[in-house]
């Protein structure tokens, strides 16, 4: 079995390939920086410059599947130049991926994408699944459904789609965490305005299981990466805070400070989706990291009953 990854050498990409091999599957990944291509019998590098329509063919000899994570970090401030990169890193390299399977011909099966929540309406009381078809109102929202819309295409191909909807990842190798632990750890961390915003989040193993879990399984469609219980941006800052022995001692962070601090990009810290797990579940998936208790327990290395 031999896949093809998008994004590799990302904090997901690393993850997943550990999965993969864990299975004895081979996998064949794309980068844009040549100094990070290596070739070795169960983990090879190919180059590929989505900007420039370049792309290595042999990348996807005897590939049949294609897990797409590529896409520009979104946690990095919205100027109008970096929003059009967010952008054309998700929508151009999936252009480039089926132009070449559809031009070439190849083995491929399925192509499992990564997507985010973050297409989901901002609301408080709403509980979010895959049927839903509002589209939040913000840039978030646009890239999310743009990127999608570029996936669906591989259907064209008989290629079976699978769009993963991701929430905050949980890694203590970078993303969310370290961010969120950081004014913890030094006595200064608070909740952000009402603190109600919910966020779903998951566990970094878990989301990487459900890949391949979406790959053995052959899922067709759309899945939310989130685990079953979210929580709201109170619960979460006063559980790490739990977690980390420090106190919670500051008020609540203004929406209008953090306006200034972060510009548009405040709203991944503002925006509230409480988004379900059933349809994953439904499908058999079993969640290693179903709380965030225990999540966070095991991020921190520490014993269940210290949280």
Known sequence: MKVLITGATGMIGQELVKVLHENNVKVNYLSTSKDKLVSKENYKGFYW???????????????SVIYHLAGATVAKRWTSSYKKEILDSRTIPTRLLFSTLEKNPNKVTQIISASAIGIYPNSLGAIYNEENTGVD????????QKWE?????????????????????????????????????????A??????????????EDLVNIFYYSQVSELDGIYNAVAPHPVTNSAMTKEIANVLKRPLWLPNI??????????????????????????????????????????????????????
């Open 49 to 63: 410059n989505p900007s420039t329509n370049e792309i290595d063919i042999n990348a996807f000899d005897g590939v």
């Open 137 to 144: 109102n913000s840039f978030l929202g646009e890239v999310v």
């Open 191 to 204: 909740a952000f305005g009402s603190g109600k915003q919910y966020q779903s989040w998951i566990h970094v």
């Open 254 to 307: 203004p929406k209008f400070v953090m306006k200034m601090i972060l510009g548009e990009m405040y709203i991944l810290v503002f925006s509230s989706q409480s988004v379900s797990a059933l349809k994953i579940l439904n499908q058999g998936y079993q969640f290693k990291y179903a709380t965030i208790e225990k999540a966070l327990a095991d991020l921190f290395k520490l014993k269940k009953h210290s949280i």
């Open 149 to 189: 819309n570029e996936v669906d295409a591989f259907k064209k191909l008989n290629i079976l789609v699978t769009k993963i909807r991701i929430g905050i990842v949980l890694s203590n190798k970078g993303g969310a965490l370290p961010q969120m632990v950081t004014p913890i750890k030094y006595g200064v961390g």
